[in-house]
């Protein structure tokens, strides 16, 4: 369900949101144990997150979901604990028949932009199974062109309008016509409106439950080949937000986005080891700014671009895995 052409552990930015997930969770384990919880999510071939938030939470239950069989066999074949359960199933009948029983993290990890209201439906079919304190992570295509290419010869404020009208026949009456507008019908801003198409899914899928509410942590968006935009929220009792936050200084954190703000970007760039080893020794202490003139030279042609893949490397360099040949 989550296949891609790049190989998994080669594609850093997604690695990087994946880092900065394990953070959060560190940060919500302060509140509640996250070992006692279920994780459910599209493990692909390799069950890579699952090897992950297994080491780090010592989670036992946990559940991977696929509808392709080939993949489903690849699996089983690389499962790396017993601990995981491989379902053959596509998501929307997995969500119809799951009965929430503990403490759950979900992770809805989507690429196909042709499914995108179902994957909405999906999202908020969810968030009405959970209950306090169960985490939701989703992610969604979020490159404009795969909506809509721009024809040849055509204005952009042409193809931005029909980029609107189509996102609006997707989704129907789950579409935020009052939040998204037509300027964001652009490959930079179009996260920034699936930001907004989420929010108002969220809004209408709680707003039956007035003891609780989506509460949004963390949104990133980033390319790997492909746009992509990733939201996790929590389900809270709304008596309860004060002292979650104090108790896991999320709203501290410098990742974290609890108001629905625009999507932070994902864009380091592949640095040798030298250059990140040099950049890291003037961490966390100075600034992009200061790094670049000491570094001589730029990451792109553009330096204004340049300066923006390193001011990304600065937020996430914690994050930022480390790519290496090794004999087996």
């Known amino acids: 369900m989550s296949g891609t052409s790049i190989p998994y552990h080669l594609r850093q930015n997604k690695a990087i949101d994946r880092y900065a997930f394990m953070e959060l969770l560190s940060k919500i384990d302060k509140f509640c144990d996250i070992s006692e919880y279920s994780y459910i999510g599209f493990g ?18 946990m559940i991977s979901i696929e509808e392709d069989e080939e993949v489903y066999k690849r699996q089983k074949f690389n499962q790396p604990h017993n601990c995981i359960d491989c379902f053959l199933k596509d998501s929307s009948n997995f969500i119809t028949d ?5 403490g759950t ?43 809509l290419p721009a024809q040849p010869g055509a204005k952009s404020d042409e193809i931005q309008k029909l980029r609107l009208e189509e996102l609006r026949r997707r989704l129907g009456d789950i579409f935020p016509s009052a939040e998204v507008t037509t300027d964001m019908m652009t490959q930079k801003r179009f996260p920034e409106a699936l930001c907004l198409v989420l929010k108002f899914a ?27 935009l ?11 937000e004060i002292s979650f936050f104090n108790k896991t200084n999320i709203k501290q954190w410098e990742l974290s986005n609890t108001n629905w703000r625009k999507p932070q970007r994902i864009n380091v760039s ?11 020794a ?47």
């Open 44 to 61: 692909g071939h390799s069950l890579e997150d699952f090897k992950y938030i297994h080491s780090y939470f010592r989670i036992f239950k």
């Open 98 to 102: 799951f009965q929430r029983t503990d």
């Open 105 to 147: 993290i979900i992770w809805l990890d989507y690429t196909k932009p042709s499914d995108l209201r179902n994957q909405i439906e999906e999202f908020q079919a969810v968030i009405n199974k959970l209950l306090p304190f169960d985490v939701i992570k989703i992610t969604l295509n979020s490159h404009a062109a795969s909506y």
């Open 202 to 228: 969220a809004n209408l899928a709680t707003q039956g439950r007035r003891d609780v509410s989506f509460q949004p942590i963390t949104s990133f968006s980033y390319s790997d080949g492909q746009e992509m």
């Open 230 to 240: 990733t939201v996790t929220g929590i389900i809270l009792e709304k008596e309860q």
């Open 270 to 280: 592949n640095l040798t080891v030298k250059e990140r080893l040099y950049i890291d």
């Open 282 to 328: 003037l961490l966390p202490n100075s600034d992009a700014e200061v790094i670049q003139e000491k570094l001589g030279f730029l990451f792109d042609k553009n330096e204004n671009l340049s300066l923006e893949m390193l001011k990304t490397y600065v937020i996430f360099y914690r994050q930022s895995p480390f790519f290496s040949r090794i004999l087996i």
